[in-house]
């Protein structure tokens, strides 16, 4: 059932990846207020790794934030259009592999990143346990994730939650999500034997929940 679910996920974001490559950042600022604090906590001779990496654009442009990052995705598709997009900027710190979040590559990484990802995978909180064995002691976990769910959204985001996403993954032209609220991602995330050291809304609305967590060293 596994494998069937992920060929089904695989195949939707292969379809939609030369459009997902072309589209813009809907909001520059709070990109950018990511890619700023994230930076803050990346170590110029330390070793990253990003899950659910899309077509490379994060992770390209932490490149001379850190001293390697290997990125991973579900999608070939995702990981051809990535590696055209390195080669093309001349980047050699940054590894494009393919694969899904439980298998991507292990190691002790100082740092772990997971921008949009965790509301999209089938078990947030099973997903997270194995994201703690990929982070050294000491190293963090940063993720930012869409919380569509709780009191943080405004009447209008939740009626396109409710009434106008359905439709459209019926449609298959979108994927399929968990609806989570700030409370139960965080939980999940100290659960999995973080301590939260940083968290924002990155936009606030809908809001996006960027957290920073440490493992104990």
């Not at 409710?162 to 979108?174: D, R, T, Y």
Request: proline share 6%; hydrophobic share 40%; with cysteine.
């Amino acid at each position: 059932m596994k494998q069937r679910q992920d060929m089904t996920k695989r195949d939707f974001w292969d379809r939609v990846a030369e459009r997902y490559a072309r589209r813009s950042v809907q909001d520059e600022a709070a990109y950018a207020q990511t890619l700023e604090r994230t930076r803050a906590h990346l170590s110029p001779n330390g070793r990253a790794l990003e899950l659910g990496c899309g077509t490379g654009t994060t992770a390209l442009k932490l490149a001379d934030a850190t001293g390697q990052i290997v990125a991973s995705d579900l999608s070939a598709e995702m990981i051809r259009i990535a590696r055209d997009k390195a080669e093309g900027q001349g980047a050699t710190n940054v590894t494009f592999v393919q694969s899904d979040a439980e298998a991507a590559p292990d190691g002790e990484f100082d740092a772990v990143l997971a921008f949009n990802l965790l509301h999209l995978l089938p078990d947030p909180e099973a997903a997270l346990t194995g994201i703690a064995e990929r982070v050294r002691p000491g190293g963090y976990f940063i993720s930012k994730t869409p919380c569509l769910a709780g009191s943080g959204m405004s009447l209008k985001f939740r009626a396109l939650i409710w009434l106008v996403v359905p439709v459209m993954q019926a449609l298959g032209k979108a994927p399929r999500f968990h609806r989570l609220s700030i409370a139960r991602l965080e939980q999940a995330i100290t659960g999995a034997g973080f301590d939260i050291i940083e968290t924002g809304n990155h936009p606030a609305q809908p809001p996006s929940r960027f957290i920073v967590a440490r493992k104990p060293a």
